[in-house]
Protein backbone atom coordinates (compact mmCIF):
# COMPACT_ATOMS: atom_id res chain seq x y z
CA UNK A 1 0.00 0.00 0.00
CA UNK A 2 2.84 2.57 0.84
CA UNK A 3 5.30 1.09 -1.37
CA UNK A 4 2.44 1.30 -4.60
CA UNK A 5 2.16 5.05 -3.52
CA UNK A 6 5.27 6.05 -3.43
CA UNK A 7 6.15 3.73 -6.85
CA UNK A 8 3.08 5.81 -8.92
CA UNK A 9 4.72 9.10 -8.13
CA UNK A 10 8.75 7.97 -9.01
CA UNK A 11 9.17 10.35 -11.60
CA UNK A 12 8.32 12.70 -9.14
CA UNK A 13 10.45 11.28 -6.42
CA UNK A 14 13.36 10.82 -9.16
CA UNK A 15 13.40 14.24 -10.24
CA UNK A 16 13.45 15.41 -6.73
CA UNK A 17 16.17 13.38 -5.88
CA UNK A 18 18.39 14.16 -8.94
CA UNK A 19 19.18 10.80 -9.53
CA UNK A 20 17.15 7.13 -10.37
CA UNK A 21 16.25 4.71 -7.88
CA UNK A 22 15.47 0.42 -7.73
CA UNK A 23 11.89 -0.06 -7.03
CA UNK A 24 11.65 -3.43 -5.50
CA UNK A 25 8.52 -4.80 -4.53
CA UNK A 26 8.86 -7.65 -2.29
CA UNK A 27 5.24 -9.58 -1.94
CA UNK A 28 6.54 -12.51 0.58
CA UNK A 29 8.20 -9.47 2.79
CA UNK A 30 6.54 -7.03 5.12
CA UNK A 31 8.48 -4.56 3.72
CA UNK A 32 9.78 -3.71 -0.17
CA UNK A 33 12.98 -1.57 -1.27
CA UNK A 34 13.82 1.78 -2.58
CA UNK A 35 17.28 2.22 -3.26
CA UNK A 36 19.75 3.87 -4.93
CA UNK A 37 22.78 1.42 -6.07
CA UNK A 38 26.27 2.18 -7.37
CA UNK A 39 29.11 0.11 -8.29
CA UNK A 40 32.78 0.49 -6.69
CA UNK A 41 35.87 -1.04 -7.18
CA UNK A 42 37.51 -1.58 -3.80
CA UNK A 43 40.57 -3.38 -4.53
CA UNK A 44 42.22 -0.27 -5.30
CA UNK A 45 42.45 0.69 -1.33
CA UNK A 46 41.03 3.04 1.44
CA UNK A 47 40.51 6.00 -1.54
CA UNK A 48 38.05 3.74 -3.33
CA UNK A 49 36.49 2.97 0.36
CA UNK A 50 36.62 6.79 1.29
CA UNK A 51 34.20 7.28 -1.80
CA UNK A 52 31.65 4.72 -1.42
CA UNK A 53 31.15 6.01 2.11
CA UNK A 54 30.88 9.39 0.60
CA UNK A 55 28.57 8.43 -2.15
CA UNK A 56 26.34 6.38 0.37
CA UNK A 57 26.18 8.87 2.97
CA UNK A 58 25.22 12.02 0.68
CA UNK A 59 22.53 9.48 -1.24
CA UNK A 60 20.91 8.58 2.12
CA UNK A 61 20.40 11.82 3.38
CA UNK A 62 19.41 12.74 0.38
CA UNK A 63 16.80 10.64 0.44
CA UNK A 64 16.22 11.17 4.17
CA UNK A 65 15.43 14.75 3.14
CA UNK A 66 13.46 14.17 0.22
CA UNK A 67 11.02 11.71 1.75
CA UNK A 68 10.90 11.62 5.54
CA UNK A 69 7.77 14.28 5.80
CA UNK A 70 5.68 12.39 3.41
CA UNK A 71 6.34 8.92 5.22
CA UNK A 72 5.75 10.31 8.41
CA UNK A 73 2.52 11.97 7.36
CA UNK A 74 1.80 8.47 5.10
CA UNK A 75 2.27 6.13 8.04
CA UNK A 76 0.34 8.25 10.47
CA UNK A 77 -2.25 8.33 7.93
CA UNK A 78 -2.30 4.09 7.40
CA UNK A 79 -1.84 3.65 11.41
CA UNK A 80 -4.77 5.59 11.86
CA UNK A 81 -6.64 4.12 9.34
CA UNK A 82 -5.91 0.43 10.53
CA UNK A 83 -9.02 -0.76 12.37
CA UNK A 84 -8.32 -0.91 16.62
CA UNK A 85 -8.52 -4.55 16.84
CA UNK A 86 -5.28 -5.16 14.35
CA UNK A 87 -2.62 -2.79 15.37
CA UNK A 88 -1.27 -5.14 17.51
CA UNK A 89 1.10 -4.10 20.49
CA UNK A 90 0.38 -0.82 22.74
CA UNK A 91 2.94 1.47 20.39
CA UNK A 92 3.09 4.25 23.03
CA UNK A 93 5.40 1.18 24.62
CA UNK A 94 8.21 2.05 22.01
CA UNK A 95 9.58 5.77 21.87
CA UNK A 96 10.29 7.28 18.98
CA UNK A 97 13.95 6.89 17.95
CA UNK A 98 15.77 10.41 17.72
CA UNK A 99 16.71 11.32 14.21
CA UNK A 100 20.06 11.42 13.05
CA UNK A 101 21.75 15.05 13.19
CA UNK A 102 21.29 16.92 10.10
CA UNK A 103 24.99 17.41 8.17
Not at 5 to 22: C, I, N, P
Not at 41 to 69: C, N, S, Y
Amino acid sequence: MLFDGLHAARDRWEQALGFTLTWERIDEARASRIASYHEFWLPGGEAHADQAVQWATARTIKMLEVFEKHLRTRVGELKSARPQASQGLDESNFPDMPLPPKL
